[in-house]
C-alpha cells in the first residue's frame, strides 16, 4: 500500500446506487451502509513540469468490456470521476502501473485524528 497523506488532493463526483458492500443493523432493524465500493477505470495519467501527476479515473459502464461485475456496478454507481493531483513518486509509479486497469474505489467513515 502506498501511504499518501496529504499529498494527494482527491475530488470525487459520484452518483451511488443501492450497492452496499456491508451494512449492519442500527438496533431499530434499519440496515446502516458502512462501507460502499465503486469500480473505476485509471483513465488518464497527466504530468506536470514538476514531475507531479494528475490522475484521472471514470466509474464503470455497461458497454466498458462489458461483464456481469461491471454491469452490476454500473447500474449502483452509473456515473462517477475522480481527479487526484498526486506529488508522492511512489504514489505516481502505483498509478502509471495502474494506466488503463480497473481499480475499486472503498469509501468508509475517516476520524479526524
Known amino acids: 500500500m502506498v501511504r499518501c497523506d496529504a499529498q494527494v ?31 473505476f477505470t485509471v483513465s488518464q495519467i497527466l504530468t506536470d513540469k514538476n514531475s507531479n501527476s494528475f490522475v484521472k479515473l471514470y466509474a464503470v459502464y455497461k458497454g466498458d468490456e462489458s461483464s456481469p461485475e461491471n454491469e452490476s456496478f454500473s447500474n449502483s454507481t452509473p456515473s462517477g470521476s475522480a481527479e487526484l493531483y498526486i506529488t508522492n513518486p511512489a504514489a505516481i509509479e502505483f498509478f502509471e502501473k495502474l494506466a488503463g486497469k480497473y481499480v475499486y474505489l472503498d469509501f468508509t467513515e475517516a476520524t479526524a485524528s
Not at 470525487?12 to 446506487?17: K, P, Q
Open 9 to 39: 488532493t482527491l475530488s470525487v463526483i459520484l452518483i451511488l446506487g443501492n450497492y452496499i458492500l456491508n451494512s449492519r443493523d442500527d438496533g431499530n432493524g434499519e440496515r446502516t451502509m458502512e462501507r460502499v465500493r465503486a469500480k
